[in-house]
């Protein structure tokens, strides 16, 4: 079995700063791209950012580019989302989604977390 399991979220006031992690656990064989999205309340859920593995390169959002970093550590099986100069507008529910091959299967597949809540308010 394979999980995702995200931690950083929480409250800040508008300009802070929240560093979210998600690690992988399980019988992992290879992660193939790491990705945060988010739904905030009443929305559907968007892509925030986007790295994969094979090249390291990156999207973003439009409405994130410049304040938020994508990055990982290998060695972990995690993935970061570092957030800055947070806004109202970047309320939501932060989920982490990995394309992974379990040691047991031939094809990778899409694994959520079960998301951290991220509040800009002050």
């Known amino acids: 079995q394979v999980q995702l399991v995200e931690s950083g979220g929480g409250l800040v006031q508008p300009g802070g700063s929240l560093r979210l992690s998600c690690a992988a656990s399980?019988?992992?064989?290879?992660?193939?791209?790491m990705q945060w999205y988010r739904q905030a309340p009443g929305k559907e859920r968007e892509l925030v950012a986007s790295?994969?593995?094979?090249?390291?390169?990156?999207t973003y959002a439009d409405s994130v580019k410049g304040r938020f970093t994508i990055s990982r550590d290998n060695a972990k099986n995690t993935v970061y989302l570092q957030m800055n100069n947070l806004k109202p507008e970047d309320t939501a529910v932060y989920y982490c989604?990995?394309?992974?091959?379990?040691?047991?299967?031939?094809?990778?597949?899409?694994?959520w977390g079960k998301g951290t809540l991220v509040t800009v308010s002050s």
């Open positions: 790295m994969t593995n094979s090249d390291d390169s990156t």
């Open positions: 399980g019988s992992i064989f290879s992660i193939n791209a």
């Open positions: 989604n990995m394309i992974i091959r379990a040691s047991h299967m031939s094809v990778a597949m899409a694994y």
